[in-house]
């Protein structure tokens, strides 16, 4: 009985104390955002608070193998007492002699010593078997997105990059009650840019996830080269896409380690004329040790443009027939967006790339722009005839030139000044 509420509550114990490391890591993580708000006052009570759980929970693992071992104690301090008074009774009626006795007492408290140790080793067993229940629980836990089991299919060697999207309709698992994606269909044809654009929280960035089948969708399918993504192998799909994504991961290494994340077989060369054409190449250079400084966690020491232009430069690399660009230059100064925006044609040359862009002069140059809104396709058509046809589309590029007018008017009048 002991036995088993040692072993449960050793997993609960593990548990908060793993509740402890993640709070730890996402503080320390958020430094700056806790300092700029004065938040450390609260957050020094939720650690406390957390802390206290876990030795709360630690504290009741503790106690029920205190009783544990204290019953076994007990149980055999009070076998020898009923063995010294029945053998004292043997002695006094002349049964045995009292070397006999203390022969027997020395050899049964041998026994029951080794039987307090073992009771002992058998709640720290059982702690470790709690503990293990919940490794085995999560080795044991199955990923949705699978290989088919049968009727597998391969991608060719030389995938041109045709898309096609039938009737998607996905909502989020922690939200079944609302469709982030709804009755979408598209078909995107190799070598094609097509931009994504939309108010916030219109799906874009959640397409990208279903198109490299992070999720599958409830109803509708996705084809890559006419052949259902749901029936190849997840690295096989994945191995065509080259993606820049909104909030660029950066990792723990040097600056071309991140480079060659997706292509570790790349050269040195390879590695600088990707940098160059996502002209990180001078920043690089002028860090301590160029291409071989060292970042700190998740790049750490970079500002955010840089970060974009690192994770262009990885995406260069891969060398994917289909582009995904999410956001991906939203941190740039105006210049060096201005700078990527020219490279990028020769980039998306032979390559069919999808870009999601709130700034609508990113995307004017794109062969279609589809329009999405609360998960829906609105509109879709090239920048004019969006203008002339999509309400949505044309209050969007209303009020961003407008503002972008009024920018350079403004920036002209300072000059003048
Ligand atoms: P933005 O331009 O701001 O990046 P978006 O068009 O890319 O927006 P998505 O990130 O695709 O929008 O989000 C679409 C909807 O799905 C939003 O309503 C969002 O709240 C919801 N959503 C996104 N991620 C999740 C998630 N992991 N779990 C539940 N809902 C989510």
Known sequence: IFGRRVRNLSRQSQDRIADVGSYVAEALGQIKTVQAYNHQQQDQQRFAQTVEDAFATARKRIFQRAWLITLVISLVLGAVGVMLWVGGMDVIAGRITGGELAAFVFYSLV?????????????????????????????????LVLPPSKGLQVLPARVEGNLQLENLYFSYPSRPESYAIEGLSLSIKAGE?????????????TLFDLLLRFYDPQQGQILLEGVPITRLDPHDLRRCFAMVAQTPALFFGTVEDNIRYGNPQASDAQVEAAARIAHAHDFILQMPEGYKTHLGDGGLGLSGGQRQRLAIARALLVDAPILLLDEATSALDAQSEHLIQQAL???MQGRTTLVIAHRLATVQNADRIVVMDQGKLVAIGTHAQLIASNPLYARLAALQFNVEMGRSAQ???????
């Open 345 to 347: 044609p020769s980039l």
């Open 411 to 417: 920036s002209k009048s300072t000059e003048t000044l």
């Open 111 to 143: 026994v029951g010593g080794a039987f307090g140790t073992l009771s002992e080793v058998i709640g720290e067993l059982q702690q470790a078997a709690g503990a293990a229940q919940r490794i085995a629980e999560l080795l044991q836990s199955k990923s």
């Open 193 to 205: 840019t097509l931009a994504l654009v939309g108010p916030s929280g219109a799906g874009k960035s």
